[in-house]
């Protein structure tokens, strides 16, 4: 599986952007899509994801009800939508492939994009 991502940049507090990562290779119903950051000095995290298929979300709770993944078959693209930013949102975002698991296991991701910045001014 290759990732594109695309679409950061610096937005106010408040603000909206969405990021996009065109994805290719084989067999993508078999995985989950979704977004990693990290931030300036921190860990890299988790922030949300999909199904390929489309029927199961999974998102963070410092992003719940703000962060939406989901994607466009059509377009074989995954979308991060960012409404309400924060200052604390500020990172490098990057998005990621793994193999779906059964219901109730965690999404653990094998294949990377390159990243894109995000700058959230307050």
């Known amino acids: 599986v290759q990732l594109q991502a695309s679409g950061g940049g610096l937005v106010q507090a408040g603000g909206s952007l969405r990021l996009s990562c065109v994805v290719s290779?084989?067999?993508?119903?078999?995985?989950?899509m979704g977004w990693t950051r990290q931030a300036p000095g921190k860990e890299r995290e988790f922030v949300a994801a999909?199904?390929?298929?489309?029927?199961?979300?999974y998102d963070t709770d410092s992003v719940k009800g703000r962060f939406s993944a989901s994607r466009d078959k059509a377009k074989n693209t995954l979308y991060l939508q960012m409404d309400r930013l924060k200052a604390e949102d500020t990172a490098v975002y990057y998005c990621?492939?793994?193999?779906?698991?059964?219901?109730?296991?965690?999404?653990?991701?094998?294949?990377w994009g390159q990243g894109t910045q995000v700058t959230v001014s307050s």
């Open positions: 290779g084989r067999s993508l119903s078999k995985y989950v």
């Open positions: 990621a492939a793994g193999q779906r698991k059964p219901a109730g296991a965690p999404v653990e991701f094998e294949y």
């Open positions: 999909v199904t390929w298929s489309g029927d199961i979300t």
